[in-house]
């Protein structure tokens, strides 16, 4: 099998040809592909915190953060540095090697992004990676960020261009593109995916990861979501996807993109065991451990540990921006994210 880390000319009749591929298949050649570029039994782990929540003037179907939905998000302001400290430090000392920061707006006002570097800047210094998500940025403020420190930033792209309209009537295509242009023109790493089973075809899900890998260069994490339908938003109620299908969908992620992590991001702690074992067979190599749920004892943070033992999988830690190593964390307090929102909690 040809080398396809470098592609970037899929068409849309080849990736809808690898998703009609029997099922048996299509997990045989993502497999094949994941084993060549990762360690088949290695997980990386992110921690998510959420900075600013809610109160979000922006329209997305799925998303609680939106403040024209009434779904019980209390809205609050951006945390402090000292605070935003606090929670980094716990997630590194529960294993977490990269903290991502989201935070539930259109853009940030330029003051925001200085506030934001800041706690960029603290976040690093603890020896973490660093991501954020904070909404559409300009050139300046990508530059910004990125003399911060800040390593990944993410920006997905939701869905196929053309069911982009159903969802999201506050923004265009074109506007996300364009973030991302000013994020790996700032030399960050991005960090880029999607949302299934929002109503979309088969069609419209390969013409997102067509999309996501045709851009300039593959996103270093293609993050696969599964919606979490959340009462009050316009995509509550809408029929559920069929896990294989999104088991699938994450198998042609790896085919496209061999190279990127490919992340199991929200919706996972609503799928079985048997289908996340799937997923990490198919190719998905990143998962979320939500910083909320960082308490010993937890029940989703006890499955984990208890799913990573099942399936004789390790995480892997990052140490310096060009080495990994494997860590045990799972004697240690993590959790899972169970959020829907594509902007910042399920990123
Ligand atoms: S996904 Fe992001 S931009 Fe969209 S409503 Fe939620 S917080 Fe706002």
Redesign the pocket.
């Known amino acids: 099998m040809p080398d396809t880390a470098t592609r970037h000319d899929w068409t849309r009749a080849e990736v809808a040809a690898l998703f009609a591929l029997p099922f048996n298949e299509l997990l045989h050649r993502a497999h094949s592909v994941h084993r060549e570029h990762h360690d088949p039994n290695a997980v990386q782990v992110s921690t998510l915190l959420s900075i600013k929540t809610g109160g979000?003037p922006?329209?997305?179907a799925y998303?609680p953060?939106?403040a024209r939905y009434d779904t019980g998000v209390q809205a609050q302001k951006l945390m402090s540095v000292e605070a935003v400290l606090e929670r980094a430090q716990a997630a590194k000392d529960a294993g977490a090697s990269r903290f991502c920061m989201g935070a539930?707006w259109?853009g940030p006002k330029d003051r925001d992004v200085l506030k934001v570097a800041e706690i960029v800047r603290a976040v690093k210094g603890l020896g973490l990676e660093t991501c954020a998500t904070l909404?559409m940025l300009s050139g300046a403020q990508a530059d910004t960020l990125k003399s911060a420190g800040l390593d990944y930033y993410n920006h997905n792209l939701d869905t196929a261009p053309e069911f982009y309209g159903e969802v999201?009537h506050t923004r265009q295509y074109q506007d996300r593109l364009d973030t991302l242009e000013h994020v790996r023109h700032a030399g960050m790493k991005t960090c880029c995916g999607g949302i299934v089973g929002m109503g979309e075809s088969r069609d419209q899900r390969a013409g997102l990861l067509q999309t996501l890998a045709t851009l300039p260069e593959h996103p270093q994490s293609v993050p696969i979501n599964q919606l979490v339908q959340v009462e009050g938003t316009p995509l509550n109620g809408i029929e559920a996807l069929d896990p294989f299908e999104f088991v699938r969908t994450i198998a042609v992620a790896r085919l496209l993109m061999p190279a990127s992590m490919v992340r199991l991001s929200a919706g996972r702690q609503q799928m079985d065991d048997a289908v996340q074992a799937l997923c990490f067979f198919a190719g998905a190599n990143s998962i979320f451990y939500g910083e909320k749920l960082l308490t010993t004892g937890n029940p989703d943070v006890e499955h984990d540990r208890a799913l990573f033992r099942r399936l004789d999988l390790h995480p892997l830690q990052v140490v310096e921006e060009s080495s990994t190593v494997h860590a045990d964390i799972l004697e240690t307090d993590a959790a899972g994210c169970g959020q829907g929102?594509?902007?910042?909690a399920a990123a």
């Open positions: 979000c922006e329209d997305c998303c953060q939106a539930a259109r909404g999201i929102c594509g902007c910042s």
